[in-house]
């Protein structure tokens, strides 16, 4: 009885919260389904079996945009199969009972927007008047060539001479050359932006040299800053670091390494003092772009996995979108995390994921969503995984090198393309010219898929799209292992594994029309289909 009552003093704080909140409750239409809020369903390691892909099930557990951005991009948006929207500049939570969705908000009552019968336009209908095209794009590099990360090969060991390896074996083993992002611990410490010296003796001739070679230096960073630095003094005293919610104490967040300061982004002296820091490495060293990471909600305030308890003068979301609008300002960039921001010029990325079958089977749900909520210039993760612990734990003489395969191949036909672990170091030559093939292919659709980022930026659509999105009414509501790149290129990747030299079996549904397939082989649409893919294949249709 004891245990019961603290437990209702525990949960008595949320559900007088929930019932001062704003509540609607949203009838189903018939047949209608909803996308939306999210680019990844759940965090990285979650079991498979837990993970539904949207569109959002009939019972659908609540999910709360004011805590938790699930790695990943996020934005208040609801979309329906029907033409409905939702769209708060407010986060909010939702969930699904029965087919009806109950909204919750702490600012606003919130009514679904009629704006027609698809799911198409649903998306134009909140986009034109939400977050509308901004007419720009990151750098072409960025979706021409694939593009190279040390975090996997290096961890937080990054060094001058191992870069300048990974990158001379891209060349040496056939691979195109393009961006090329050096990761964490490549400074002395957090918040600040000097190379480490003894890890980097000359850090100007390595940047020089990478170009020469024909790639882009891109450098990793955080809004972190290393609490006994004296770049943590001079911000203390500049009142540019979030504060715990008494207003005067900084807030030490416990991050994935640690406990640090955090700069507070929506103060123009952090923002001002962080571009000081950014344009200074790019006039000093030659410097192209930044990776932005950690943005994520639940760094900052109370509710989440970070704070339980405790609370900040800032939200996640403030600080996400200010982040954000700081890297338009870099046409190299790259954000894992990111609120509202939508068709500005941000190249988003995936979340982090593990070396699995079952997490590979996450990448083209994700990335169709991704697009659904504004983010058409979007990464596939890392190929293979960006979860260094699970390369970690492998026995690389039983190394999965089909998996790696695989998961080349879902990126190839994707708007972006990134290496980390360094497939010449784990493949036999067999394997690896077939991710070599996947490179190539990628590298040779460049300006196709430069087209689509062009028109993306004019017309605000999303590149990688819902078969639902792209064929209304044909019964791909709840397909999300196939989807369209543009109008024109309907893609089906292999995600699941199979016994060793064995063709894999690919049953996929084509719409109505004529289409031309990978081999050549034409195909009559509106049917379900089943053909063999060895390994060496990427099953795609043309549009006739």
């Known amino acids: 009885m004891k245990k019961n009552i603290l437990l209702f003093c525990f949960l008595l704080p949320c559900l007088m919260s929930y019932a001062e909140k704003h509540a609607t409750e949203v009838k189903p239409l018939d047949g209608e389904r909803w996308y939306g809020a999210y680019a990844a369903k759940a965090f990285a390691g979650t079991p498979f079996k837990d993970i539904t892909f949207q569109p959002y099930l009939a019972d659908e557990k609540r999910k709360d945009l004011r805590v938790d951005n699930r790695g990943n991009q996020a934005a208040p948006l609801l979309l329906s199969s029907k033409g409905r929207y939702v769209w708060s500049d ?6 699904l009972k029965g087919g009806t969705l109950l909204l919750y908000s702490d600012h606003e009552q919130m009514e679904p927007i009629a704006a027609g019968k698809t799911l198409r336009e649903a998306y134009l209908a909140a986009m034109r008047k939400h977050f509308p095209a901004s007419g720009k794009t990151p750098n072409p590099l960025m979706f021409k060539m694939p593009q190279y990360n040390t975090w996997i090969e290096l961890g937080t060991e990054q060094n001058q001479k191992d870069i300048i390896k990974y990158a001379d074996d891209v060349i040496r083993n056939g691979f195109p050359t393009g961006v090329f992002m050096i990761d964490d611990k490549w400074s002395n410490h957090y918040g600040n932006f000097e190379f480490n010296p003894v890890a980097f003796p000359d850090p100007k001739g390595m940047v020089d040299y990478l170009h020469t070679k024909g790639f882009r230096v891109m450098l990793w960073l955080t809004p972190f800053v290393s609490p006994d630095s004296k770049e943590f003094k001079h911000l203390l005293r500049q009142k540019a670091l979030v504060l715990r919610a008494d207003n005067r104490t900084p807030a030490l967040i416990k991050w994935w390494n640690g406990y640090s300061a955090c700069l507070d982004l929506t103060k123009p002296v952090a923002v001002d003092w962080l571009r000081t820091q950014l344009k200074s490495l790019q006039t000093r060293y ?10 994520d909600f639940d760094f900052y305030h109370k509710g989440s996995r970070v704070f339980p308890n405790d609370d900040t003068n800032t ?4 600080q996400a979108e200010a982040f954000g609008k700081l890297g338009t300002e870099f046409d190299f960039n790259e954000f894992r995390a990111a609120w509202k921001n939508g068709n500005q010029p941000l190249a988003q990325r995936l979340q982090d994921k593990g070396y699995s079958w079952d997490e590979l089977k996450l990448l ?22 960006g979860l260094i612990q699970t390369f970690e734990n492998i026995d690389y003489g039983k190394f999965d090198q089909a998996l790696l395969i695989r998961s080349a191949q879902v990126q190839a036909l994707m708007p972006m ?18 991710v070599r093939q996947a490179a190539l292919l990628h590298a040779r659709m460049g300006d196709y898929i430069y087209s689509l980022a062009q028109q993306a930026a004019k017309d605000g659509e999303p590149i990688v799209r819902h078969m639902e999105y792209a064929f209304p009414g044909e019964g791909f509501e709840g397909i999300s292992n196939q989807y369209m790149l543009g109008d ?22 084509l719409p109505k029309g004529n ?6 082989k034409k195909h009559k649409g509106g049917q379900t289909i089943t053909i063999d893919v060895p390994l060496n294949r990427l099953v795609y249709f043309t549009r006739q």
Request: with cysteine; proline share 7%; glycine share 12%.
């Open 488 to 509: 024109r290129y309907l893609v089906a990747p292999v995600v699941d594994k199979v016994a060793t030299g064995t063709a894999a079996i690919r049953t996929l549904k």
């Open 364 to 385: 083209v749900p994700d990335m169709i969503s991704a697009g659904l909520i504004g983010h058409p210039f979007t990464c596939p993760d890392l190929i293979g995984g």
């Open 315 to 318: 939200t996640g979301q403030q």
């Open 90 to 95: 407010e986060p909010f939570a939702f969930e």
């Open 515 to 520: 289409w031309v397939d990978d081999l050549n």
């Open 286 to 295: 030659g410097i192209d772009g930044f990776k932005f990471d950690a943005g």
């Open 417 to 434: 393309m990134q290496f980390s672990v360094a497939p010449w170091r784990v493949l036999d030559s067999t394997h690896l010219g077939i």
